[in-house]
């Protein structure tokens, strides 16, 4: 098990996880038949994106709430993230697990 820093963005429609952290770590991926164009907030190609998504990857997650760990399955599309942040959980993350975390900021 690694620990990653990872970006709770509510802007972004898709979970993404960055291009050279899912090859360095060897993580499973799988074609994609049609292309997905990624854009980042100001519309530009998110670099090597769209071609292939990250299947079979767990995150496990600490609840605020209980403490207790959780293990979630992840999917992600694949692309170039900004250096020192290899995760962006975006909104499908977001409602697909806000009923089973609770999350505080600090």
């Known amino acids: ?16 996880l ?3 952290f899912v090859e360095q770590m060897m993580m499973p991926l ?9 854009e980042s907030a100001d519309g530009s190609l998110l670099k090597r994106s769209g071609t292939v998504q990250v299947k079979q990857v767990q995150l496990e997650v600490p609840d605020a709430r209980s403490g207790k760990q959780k293990i979630i399955d ?3 599309e694949f692309a170039c993230l900004e250096p020192g942040c290899p995760l ?19």
Do not use: P, Q
Request: proline share 0%.
């Open 74 to 76: 992840l999917v992600t």
């Open 18 to 20: 960055d291009a050279d």
């Open 1 to 16: 098990m690694i620990t990653v820093n990872a970006l709770i963005d509510t802007g972004a429609e898709l979970t993404i």
């Open 88 to 106: 962006l959980l975006g909104f499908d993350w977001i409602t697909a697990h806000c009923d089973k975390l609770t999350v505080t900021f600090s």
């Open 30 to 38: 799988v074609k994609r038949e049609n292309r997905l164009r990624l």
